[in-house]
């Protein structure tokens, strides 16, 4: 994939080459360290045990292999002049793209089924809404989302350019066009439509059913919450995905040249797009009590644990303990520590145990496809 320059610009004068690998850096950065306190979070009792934590762990995942995978290959466009990662790398990230896209909105469409059933219909969904029948779901999302990625395993080709190696669309326009459009409609339009169906349904059935002045039971407060966070990463993933396809659109329909405005919109687009894969752990943290609650569990173990490396480093060189000593002194603390487990390492099995009762909140996606102008 190329930087595709507007006409008329410096080519010793590229604030992008700056500006923007540090945003991803930062993008990167975040999306890291969110997504893996997420999924440390949910596996910290060692199972989940209910259909929305497994929906929360799979956009966990979608997000941080788009993270890892996409994010650092795609920095490296503003900063070399060519693609310098072979034909199978330029294959593998765009493929990653859409397949984390995909997956993602395909997972908030399922969690918001999943919401809607265990808000309308809370006795009569809990033989579907099991974790074996989520498993099932989240399988089928991802064999879906390689299906509808795995065109774009050809459609971005190396290619020589003014004797420059670049990562570009080598499909013909006319099935450039068809397959934006499909790609459009699949993993935007149809996942969209069923996200404000079905909580729209959702938000009218809790204003309707229950009197907001009456007290309401646990269960129903806790599903109220995570429906609330659940619906605003939805609304996230919307939003943020939206300039990417408005500019696809305007590119096939409108009268797109390449001149710095629309250089900077699709700049914009990518940021936008990409940035996605890192909110998702910030609404957590601002929107779920027991998901802050799990961060600095998880944080205070950490410190822990390096306050007592640095404790133990001090008096082993302090009593003048020989360097297999030593070793010997942290094999007995590591087998007493599995022995007696840390209860700052640990999150409650209650608190995140009860499927009705569930205090979570939940990709996409992150995730963002690049687009190009030859």
């Known amino acids: 994939m190329n930087r595709s320059a507007p006409p008329g610009s410096s080519e010793g004068c590229h604030p992008e080459s700056v500006l923007i690998p540090l945003v991803y850096s930062a993008i990167f950065l975040v999306g890291t360290v969110g997504n893996s306190l997420v999924l440390a979070v949910l596996l910290r009792n060692g199972k989940i045990n209910n259909t929305t934590n497994l929906f929360i762990l799979n956009l966990g995942v979608a997000d941080l292999c788009f993270i890892l995978f996409c994010v650092p290959f795609q920095a ?46 809370p006795l009569r969904s809990r033989e579907l809404r099991t ?90 407060k806790a599903k109220r919450k995570v429906t609330r966070m659940i619906i605003i990463v939805a609304i996230l993933f919307c939003l943020c995905w939206l300039p990417h396809h408005l500019v696809i659109l305007y590119f096939w329909f409108g009268n797109f040249s390449l001149n710095h405005f629309t250089y900077a919109l699709r ?64 094999v007995t603390q590591v087998s007493e520590a599995h022995a007696r487990p840390s209860s700052c390492c640990q999150i409650s099995a209650q608190q995140w145990g009860e499927p009705e009762q569930l205090r979570l909140g939940q990709k996409a996606p992150n995730s963002f496809i690049t687009f190009n102008v030859t």
């Open 76 to 121: 490296t466009i503003y900063v070399l002049d060519s693609w310098v990662f072979g034909p199978f790398v330029c294959k593998a990230v765009h493929f990653f793209i859409y397949l984390t896209m995909y997956a993602s909105s395909f997972t908030l469409a399922t969690v918001s089924l999943d919401r809607y059933l265990a808000i309308r219909y």
């Open 131 to 220: 974790p074996r029948n989520a498993l099932t779901a989240i399988g089928l999302i991802w064999g879906l989302s390689i299906i509808f990625s795995g065109p774009y395993l050809s459609y971005y080709q190396e290619l020589q350019m003014a004797n420059v190696t670049v990562c570009l669309p080598g499909w013909q326009d006319s099935q450039r066009k068809a397959m934006d459009l499909c790609t459009f409609v699949f993993s935007y339009i149809i996942p969209v439509l069923i996200l404000s169906l079905t909580y729209a349904r959702t938000i009218r059935y809790l204003w309707k059913a229950v009197d907001p002045i009456e007290d309401m039971s646990e269960s129903k």
């Open 267 to 330: 700049i914009l687009s990518h940021v936008i797009s990409y940035a996605n894969s890192c909110v998702n752990p910030i609404v957590y943290a601002l929107v779920s009590k027991h998901f802050r609650k799990g961060f600095k569990k998880i944080f205070n173990c950490l410190l822990h644990k390096k306050v007592a490396n640095k404790v133990h480093a001090v008096q082993a060189t302090n009593t003048g303990v020989s360097t297999l000593e030593v070793g010997s002194t942290e």
